[in-house]
């Protein structure tokens, strides 16, 4: 399932920062979680939020490697994802408190892919720009190739569209980079704007709810 595969993609990983642990979670909350609308509940917990989920036992504390610094780790993930989940249902935190306290991985898990309660179904944010584009693309490389010209040709032509990566931000908001102002190979540009955009949803965020 795809809510599976994106969830094992962070299974594995750690965070020194309570700053990268939010910014991850930010990522992921568009495709697992629906907007609370009915009270002001922020969609993108930013650290103050989060720091208030752990002083309320809502968030295991972080794991103390030194005097100094902290990890974070996939169950700190999870439980911040399923505090979402069960936001998007209306449910206050003293409830979600009650429900999640002393919650298995495996049980957030199986709560956060299986949609249960209504929860929204996993839907990659996809611009409207890049479906026109990729309508585009295929009804221009099916008459290059009607017209038996080389591939050469289909690169040339697919050229421009090539060029920018685009990512919705939230609704009304999207966010375009041309690819040859960032280094490193595709993936590290797509995880670039990915990061971005998840800054921009915790800070727009931020400023609705003030």
Known sequence: MI???????????????????VIVAAQIIPHIASEQKRYRVSVYPDERTVRYYINEGLVDKPYEVSESSSR?????????????????????????????????????????????????????????????QKFLNENKIEAIFREKVSFKKVKEELKVSQEWLRVVVKEGVELNIRTDIIKGSREDKEEFLEKIAARLRIYLDTEKNR
């Open 72 to 132: 974070f780790t996939y169950r700190h993930l999870l439980q911040i994802l399923i505090i979402k989940h069960l936001q998007a249902q209306y449910l206050s935190l003293n409830k979600i408190k009650d429900m999640i306290k002393d919650m298995e991985e495996e049980r957030m898990e199986e709560l956060i892919i299986s949609g249960q309660n209504g929860y929204s179904e996993y839907s990659r944010l996809v611009s409207p720009m890049d479906r026109k």
């Open 3 to 21: 809510k599976q595969k994106l969830l094992n993609s962070f299974k594995n990983k750690e965070y020194s920062t309570l700053d990268e642990l």
